[in-house]
């Protein structure tokens, strides 16, 4: 089977996704080439190593990859932000132009605009396309803060995802809330699959006391009961209310440690300054892959924070299911169906999204739990994963359905 995989993100770009799709496909057998951006994510600066322009070829452990031209942009302004994902919907068929035709095409999304991009390029390559959404679009551009819940550019884009999705071959949601969604637009329930996440569980250690051990060390943790966020930092993550926890704790016992970039860090970092919250708040840079295991193993708790919205209903943010690797108990705050996953999982405590006292007192609470029920949790939380969302179970999923796809193209 040839597969071309279309997304505007991909490896060296923290969206670990799409290359592992990619290399997942290719230890099978398959043919994949890789139709992509500029790497800029989350920062909206150009990786190290790259310029801008019109292409790009290269390999990437070994996968045929050709970026092609966007405008670099992550943050706050619509404007600029729409031209980003613009430039990449025009300039991706015309890239793929210059790619061999594939059996099916396997599309990441978000953003919406790239269902416009794997439409035309179904159409040109006359091939099926599976429209893999992580993120209902009309739902997550109003809790950005992007477009305006009312306006037209909400109807306009909710009319477009409809659209897109009703022209794919097969539509892939995380949840049952996703599916129904769908199918009350207009998609026939039986070209929509119910995946999860996965993760590759092997990169987290069952003995990280070394590394937890140095980490605590090199960031002065000490004895500090260590809730860590560790992610984008956006709007859509709820974390001023994070911050007024912190400000709500008692000091010197538990601190909340954000770490990553994002649109909304510079604007919350200042929130923190200005707070009262002391050094109960910690903002740490992102931090390499390959580091993540360790940096999870070093900390109390876990921590996912969602603005509460009818988005959660629909999506698992992606770091739970690294969460559950790792074997540490998770914090949630952020209702829905990641909510409703651990507490399936019996895998850490949950907290009313957007509700400081709340969460303050869900990290009391954690903080005084004896370190064998931490560690109940966490290994609950592991042993949920490797029964259900390990990277081997779930990917060959993915691809038999990918394989599904194609051969029923053809018939």
């Not at 637009?185 to 119910?194: F, H």
């Not at 590394?211 to 930092?233: M, Q, S, T, Y």
């Not at 050094?279 to 295991?293: K, T, V």
């Not at 370190?371 to 966490?378: F, I, P, V």
């Amino acid at each position: 089977m040839r597969v071309l995989i279309l997304s505007q993100y991909y490896f060296p770009e923290a969206v670990p996704k799409p290359h592992e799709l990619a290399e997942g496909l290719t230890a099978a057998g398959h043919q994949v080439s890789v139709l992509t951006g500029y790497p800029h994510y989350p920062g909206g600066v150009l990786a190290d190593g790259y310029r801008l322009g019109l292409f790009k070829k290269e390999r990437i452990r070994d996968i045929p990859v050709l970026r092609v031209f966007e405008l670099p942009y992550h943050s706050t302004r619509p404007l600029l932000r729409m031209a980003n994902y613009l430039s990449f919907m025009l300039s991706a068929p015309l890239g793929a132009l210059f790619t061999a035709k594939p059996d099916v095409i396997y599309v990441w999304h978000p953003p919406l605009t790239i269902g416009v991009a794997a439409w035309l390029i179904s159409k040109i390559k006359r091939v099926p396309f599976v429209y893999d959404v992580q993120d209902i679009w009309g739902s997550f551009t109003v809790l950005s803060g992007m477009v305006s819940e009312g306006g037209m550019a909400i109807k306009l884009i909710r009319r477009l995802e409809r659209s897109i999705a009703r022209r794919s071959s097969h539509t892939i949601v995380q949840t049952e809330a996703g599916r129904d969604y769908f199918v009350e637009r207009g998609v026939a329930e039986k070209s929509i699959s119910i995946l999860p996440h996965w993760i590759d569980e092997a990169a987290f250690g069952t003995d990280s006391s070394g590394d937890r051990d140095a980490i605590r060390a090199e960031f002065g943790w000490a004895d500090r009961f260590i809730v860590l966020f560790a992610g984008n930092i956006g709007i859509v993550q709820g974390l001023e209310s994070v911050i007024e926890a912190a400000r709500l704790m008692p000091a010197g016992i538990a601190k909340i440690v954000l770490m990553g970039d994002g649109t909304d860090r510079p604007r919350l970092a200042e929130i923190a300054r200005r707070s009262n919250a002391g050094d109960r708040i910690e903002f740490i840079d992102r931090q390499p892959p390959e580091r993540m295991p360790a940096m999870m193993a070093a900390a109390d708790a876990l921590l996912v924070s969602l603005k509460r919205s009818e988005l959660t209903k629909f999506v698992v943010p992606s770091k739970t299911v690294a969460y559950l690797a790792s074997g540490r108990p998770i914090l949630m705050a952020a209702g829905g169906a990641s909510e409703d996953l651990i507490r399936k999982a019996d895998a850490g405590v949950v907290a009313e999204p957007e509700n400081a006292a709340a969460l303050a007192e869900a990290i009391e609470r954690m903080q005084r739990m004896p370190a064998s029920e931490l560690n109940r949790l966490g290994e609950n939380g592991r042993r949920f994963l490797l029964e259900n969302l390990s990277k081997d179970e779930v990917m060959l999923k993915y691809i038999e359905l990918l394989r599904t796809v194609a051969a029923e193209w053809k018939k």
